[in-house]
């Protein structure tokens, strides 16, 4: 700890992260005070911190919105100006090899997209922040949280990150330290891979049944002429550009006749060291039917972000007093249907109900976590993740047993031939390069791109200034094995090129672009070592506006 | 008696800061009738009349060591103001550190600092500060023995809505005989900092080097070359990064943006976060290794050339044609 303390702030509720978990915890909370049901609890005794400068700029997601815990959070939502693009009007999923392209049959049924919306949801975020702040909530935002204030056991509140430090990290002249908040109730909704929940993981040794696995999202929206895809279509792809050893796939949204929102997810658990995220999102762009798609149209925005794969099992059983985990954070993802949203959404309203228990003495504060996860296990929401609890699993053994395992999954509603099929985290998969360095993609700028104009497009900054905010542990492990065992993998799966290689006359060293960081933290999954660490910055990030 | 409040004017030059005005405010609204205003030093006459009507007492005060300006000559001063007028509150500018901090110490006292409103109630005023560079906001009461010392935040904007007390203040001239003439320290000129390379800004020749110049020798070859076209030698993010220039020389999207006649890329890739700051140039001239650097495609003259060789060899014909 450093000599200076920050200034104490209490306040009855505190919420980390402003994204649709956090916010609908929030806006429901609000509800529940107006309408007297949360006992003392007034609207403005809710805070909601974020480390984005506003509400949407570090969100991402592809997005197909199931509208189901909308509607129980804002009946009137499309009254209320919810910002949809299109509903959902055309469905396909598609095996693609590098030229050609299939359709798979009635494999919609995976995904329940009847009645869903395309959204872009950056924007639904802004929505969402505005209703909390109407209903008196307040969101505050550029505050990033450093570390969970524990004490006797329990969660009591958040140091937020110490502001106006040195590039070497000692106090500069406009230094000040990072503020305590107190909250009686902390809600941790900080998103995939949060750090202080991750934190609280490390702190208390929460475990689900599995080890939590996670994936990486690439994503671009572009303007392209219109009339190439009805408003509305949804893609899902399998195959080209990954490896049928690997999980994951492409999609392309038209979320209106001149707009596309486009991507790549891949599993966080390949085993191929020299694969490289960024590259396949480019390869897949020159698919004969991707490229024809965007030929012609411009990249509006790039971005990458992980979400959590490892289903049911993954989320961890204990809860620890003062402080829910709601959201991707505590890993609620459908990844049969390939959604969290809504499960965010709901496990945010979830905690708000909880909650007010609490303060309207309906609830002893420790009995929180507990009565919480009662609430879920009720709830339409566990019913989903149930369903889809051994799917991902599935894929484990690559693409063709995956769908193998998915198409029994369905006649079995879930359960397979076992009960529980393991998992194992990402960073213990990575196998030693062995197999070369893939061939180098040269971009045309046009429909493919580096990295550094891909970067430039997530409209990410950091000011300058400021400590790194990824930190090497022990930097001589990068040079002395990383280089021989696994050809320093952090050069290729960072999607911003964080991490570079440089052998100068000096020697080889690392070189980190913490400028460059797009705070999706597939560093610190991936790193085979667990050698990096994604801390959370003084200030900055991307600008993602509508991803 | 009712409570008395020390208000310490701030002023520069002929003028009183605006700062002054919301501090006037708040001390208002502490609840006291008697709000006295102290001048510090040789205040001209137009700063006596803005806080006329702000106040219900000014105090001109002078004494050795007052004009050095220094947070340690007011320190002495306030001191010597709160024992003879025995204040609840002293509101002070928040438009430094040195002064508030000393009175405190002195008083053994905290500071309630940075203020940007007060609201008053039964059980004594309560003030909103702003904490953590503006993003939260935190409410404090004072505690413990008067005077209780408050700093106000710059466009705290209590001024707007703050009308003045009825009539005008009554000024009192102040000789503090018994103040130190000598202090530890003194105010000098304030200092400018540096005009971020304008120089770079205005130039008609650049010479920027990028990672392909490859090291700190490298840099100073090119700042040869720079010197003998009579151009500003700059850099790309990485040249900077490595130190081998300093951050002002910086050329792109996080650092300066140019226009010049003629750009002269040595070893810059073109990455678009380069370009952004250069791309307006009348002429471009790239040399780079790499036939698919991004450069090229904004180049009016691309050379494929290890700078390694091409470089020497371009500083030894500008040299032998004689100086720019």
């Known amino acids: 700890m450093t000599a200076a303390t920050g200034e104490r702030l209490e306040t009855p509720v505190l919420i980390v992260g402003a994204g649709p978990a956090g916010l609908a915890c929030a806006l429901r909370l609000a509800q529940l005070a107006a309408a007297g049901t949360a006992g003392t609890l007034s609207p403005d005794d809710i805070h909601v911190i974020d480390k984005a400068y506003a509400p949407g700029m570090h969100t991402l997601s592809g997005a197909v919105l199931d509208p189901v815990a909308l509607a129980e959070l804002v009946p009137d939502y499309a009254e209320q100006g919810f910002p949809f693009e299109a509903p959902v009007s055309e469905e396909r999923l598609l095996f693609v090899t590098k030229r050609r392209t299939w359709r798979i049959p009635f494999a919609e049924r995976l995904f329940g997209n009847d009645g869903c919306h395309l959204v872009a949801l950056g924007k639904v975020v802004q929505w969402l922040a505005a209703q909390a702040e109407a209903a008196g909530v307040n969101v505050l935002m550029g505050v990033g949280g450093a570390e969970l204030l524990i004490e006797d056991g329990r969660v009591a509140g958040v140091r937020t990150v110490d502001r106006g430090r040195n590039p070497d990290g000692t106090p500069g002249t406009q230094f000040e330290p990072g503020a305590e908040l107190h909250g009686r109730v902390t809600v941790l909704a900080e998103g995939a891979y949060g750090s202080l929940t991750q934190q609280l993981r490390e702190d208390f040794h929460l475990a689900g049944d599995n080890p939590q696995v996670y994936a990486l999202g690439l994503k671009e929206l572009w303007d392209v002429p219109a009339g190439r895809l009805r408003a509305g279509t949804v893609w899902h792809s399998l195959g080209y550009p990954l490896d049928p050893s690997m999980y994951g796939g492409g999609w392309m949204y038209a979320l209106r006749e001149d707009r596309v929102s486009l991507g790549l997810v891949v599993g966080l658990h390949y085993p191929d060291a020299a694969f490289d995220p960024h590259a396949a999102l480019q390869r897949y762009k020159r698919h004969p039917r991707v490229s024809a798609l965007l030929e012609g149209g411009r990249l509006l925005r790039y971005g990458a972000k992980v979400l959590p794969a490892g289903g049911l099992w993954a989320i961890p059983k204990a809860g620890v007093p003062g402080v829910l985990a709601v959201g991707d954070a505590a890993g609620y993802v459908d990844m049969q249907r390939m959604k969290g949203i809504h499960l965010a959404m709901k496990t945010g309203m979830l905690a708000a109900d909880a909650a007010a228990g609490v303060f309207s003495g309906a609830v002893d504060v420790d009995e929180l976590p507990s009565d919480f996860a009662a609430r879920v296990r009720t709830s339409w929401a566990w019913s989903e993740m149930w369903k889809a609890r051994n799917y991902h699993q599935g894929f484990s053994a690559g693409l063709y047993r995956g769908l193998a395992h998915a198409a029994l999954q369905l006649v079995t509603r879930g359960r397979g031939v076992r009960g529980r099929y393991p998992d194992h985290p990402g960073h213990e998969r990575l196998m030693p390069n ?23 497009h997530s409209g990410t900054r950091h000011e300058e200034g400021q400590p790194a905010h990824l930190l090497i542990a022990e930097p001589g492990i990068c040079h002395d094995r990383c280089t021989q065992e696994f050809g320093n993998p952090c050069t290729r799966f960072c999607p911003a090129g964080v991490y570079e290689w440089q052998e100068d006359p000096s020697g080889a060293h690392a070189k980190i672009n913490a400028a460059n960081c797009l705070h999706c933290k597939t560093c610190e999954i991936m790193d085979p070592y667990r050698n990096i660490r994604w801390t959370v910055p003084e200030n900055g990030g991307p600008r993602y506006e509508a991803m | 008696m009712s409570a008395t409040t020390l208000l310490i004017a701030e002023w520069r030059g ?6 002054t005005r919301d501090a006037a405010a708040l001390a208002r609204r502490l609840g006291g009738e008697r709000v006295v205003a102290v001048v510090l030093g040789p205040a001209p006459a137009a700063v006596t009349a803005a806080l006329a009507p702000l106040v219900s007492e000014i105090r001109l005060v002078d004494g050795p060591g007052l004009s050095l300006g220094s947070g340690e000559a007011a320190c002495h001063a306030c001191d010597e103001l709160i024992r003879r007028l025995r204040p609840d509150w002293v509101v002070i500018p928040g438009t430094g550190y040195d002064l508030a901090p000393r009175v405190a110490a002195r008083w053994r006292r905290s500071v309630i600092a940075n203020c940007a409103a007060v609201e008053t109630g039964v059980d004594g005023p309560t003030f909103i500060r702003s904490v953590y560079q503006g993003r939260l906001l935190a409410r404090v009461r004072p505690v413990g023995e008067p005077p209780h010392l408050v700093t106000v935040e710059p466009g705290a904007g209590g001024a707007a ?53 490859r090291s700190q020798e490298g840099v100073e070859l090119a700042g040869r070359l720079a010197q003998l076209l009579g151009a500003e030698l700059a850099g790309s993010r990485p040249v900077c990064d490595e130190g081998w220039l300093p951050a002002d020389r910086q050329i792109g999207s996080s650092g300066v943006t140019v226009a010049p006649h003629l750009y002269l890329a040595l070893g810059v890739s073109g990455a678009i976060q380069h370009t952004m700051g250069m791309h307006q140039s009348r002429r471009i001239v790239a040399i780079n290794r790499d036939p698919n650097a991004p450069i090229f495609r904004i180049a009016d003259i691309a050379v494929i050339a290890d700078l390694g060789e091409i470089l020497p060899e371009l500083i030894r014909s500008l040299e032998q044609a004689g100086p720019a």
């Open chain 2, 161 to 213: 809505d703050g009308e003045g007390l009825a009539g005008q203040a009554v000024i009192e001239q102040l000789h503090l005989a018994s103040l130190p003439a000598e202090t530890a320290t003194s105010l000098e000129e304030p200092v400018t900092p540096h005009a971020r390379s304008s120089s770079l800004r205005d130039a008609g020749v650049v010479v920027a080097v990028g990672r392909g110049i």
């Open chain 2, 14 to 19: 002929s003028e009183l800061h605006p700062v």
């Open chain 1, 434 to 456: 062995r197999t070369g360095t893939p061939q180098a993609l040269v971009p045309d700028e046009q429909v493919t791109f580096s990295r550094e104009t891909s970067v430039f």
